[in-house]
């Protein structure tokens, strides 16, 4: 979850809301909320914060996966020379659709971090997350990742904080961490 500036959340979050900011993905976010051209209209479109953000890091992706070393030269010999013109290389990335096939090596995947009984819980800057334990998993395309990862099927504890109103959620494999036994 990207935090909006000016958040009066912990020195770690407003430390990650800076480096959003410093390395230009809090004007990217900006760019995409506000975009608009013959092809593509934000405000028609009204793509939800979660798809703002997967294609936010699908246009890092590419542009790490894309690099082009006579662009990177370029770039580097314009901030030499003190121009503000940027070499257009670097800005038009084609951005593939993502496929939502099975990749071709199923089921010689990653290995899901966690099994069947595991006791995890939400990563969270407080102490105030659901936790349970896994009781089922699934390979599935992430879109905010814009590739395939483990989900999991968590029932949660009856003292989970979302207890009181379901009894089992889904998260995918980055968003869990094992429970601390001495917590618990």
């Not at 990177?72 to 593939?96: E, F, T």
């Not at 905010?144 to 989900?151: I, N």
């Amino acid at each position: 979850m990207l935090i909006r500036p000016g958040s009066t959340r912990s020195d770690r979050s407003q430390g990650y809301q800076l480096a959003l900011d410093d390395f230009g993905i809090t004007e990217l976010l900006t760019q995409l909320q506000n975009y608009s051209d013959t092809d593509f209209d934000t405000a028609q479109t009204n793509p939800t914060k979660p798809e703002l953000e997967s294609l936010a890091a699908n246009i890092i992706r590419q542009s790490t996966t894309n690099l082009n070393g006579k662009a990177i030269a370029d770039y580097i010999k314009a901030m030499r020379q003190g121009s503000a013109n940027i070499p257009p290389a670097l800005v038009h990335l084609a951005v593939p659709s993502p496929s939502l096939d099975l990749p071709a090596n199923f089921p010689n995947v990653e290995t899901p971090r966690y099994l069947y009984g595991d006791k995890l819980r939400w990563i969270c800057d407080d102490d105030n997350t659901d936790w349970g334990v896994v009781s089922g998993r699934f390979y599935t395309f992430a879109p905010h990742h814009c590739a395939w990862m483990w989900c999991y099927l968590i029932w949660l504890d009856k003292n989970s904080p979302s207890a009181t109103r379901i009894v089992a959620d889904i998260a995918w494999e980055n968003d869990l961490e094992p429970v601390d036994e001495e917590k618990s």
